[in-house]
């Protein structure tokens, strides 16, 4: 209790500290980012060949998980030890490359690490010491997650984004962002409203221009933050979205009919109209005069 009455008087410790369990955390998302959407094709070519051929009995998969097997170099398959796996400084220390063959480590993982960190300090400063805190970190770092998955995969996991929508809506009944009303709203409109547009693009080019895996997602955005959010965060990742589309288009040369991920978008502007929505609005409302 001592420990926890500190923190809670001392802001600057407190958000140090929870800079230091992002970290930590960050470590354990890169995992999740890596190995999740295998562990789900995994499980979906499972029940594929129980179904196509249920007579025929199935070979025996090795353990694969967010546990086991512990994490390995992908050149040389070497197991990665514990001192070899702190977050930042392992990476520094290595320089950047395999102790064991010296093949070079992606760089995304210590910016995941940090990214993590710095969302989780942010929260704990706009936040402060409490459980509205303590759960928004949660939100912070399952965008973070499904971000980074949809960038890869362009999927969208329902393992995260269905137990985090009903979190919302469990701690809304509380009223701890906002009042049960509006999240229940803004759960329905988030995925309505996608949905609607869905459809609309498809019946006028009989194209998919997105998935329902973003439906989900603003439901779940609009059950954390109501419906209030909702327009601030559709007008965000659109802008974002067509701005950083073009330029991720261009440097890989691609031409503009090549899908990308809508996710990373909601969620960025989702998770900025959550913590800043009010003051961007009061901002925009007081420039434009109203």
Known sequence: MEILDYLASHALAFILLTGLLGLIVGSFLNVVIHRLPRMLEREWLHQCREMLEPEKEQPAESTYNLVLPHSHCPHCQAEIK?????????????????????????????????????????????????????????LTWALISVSMIDADTQLLPDIIVLPMLWLGLLLNSTGMYTDMQSALWGAAAGYLTLWCVFWV???????????????????????????QILPLTILLSSLVGAILGVIILKSRGQSNATPLPFGPYLAIAGWIALIWGDEITGTYLQFAGF
């Open 201 to 227: 693009f498809k019946l006028i080019t009989g194209k998919e221009g997105m998935g329902y895996g973003d439906f989900k997602l603003l439901a779940m955005l609009g059950a954390w933050g109501g419906w």
């Open 82 to 138: 514990a001192w070899q796996n702190l977050p930042v400084i392992s990476y520094l220390l290595l320089r950047g490359r395999c102790a064991n063959c010296k093949a070079p480590i992606s760089l995304r993982y210590p910016l995941v690490e940090l990214l993590t960190a710095v969302m989780s300090m942010l929260v704990a400063w706009q936040f402060g010491f409490g459980w509205p805190m303590a759960a928004f970190l949660l």
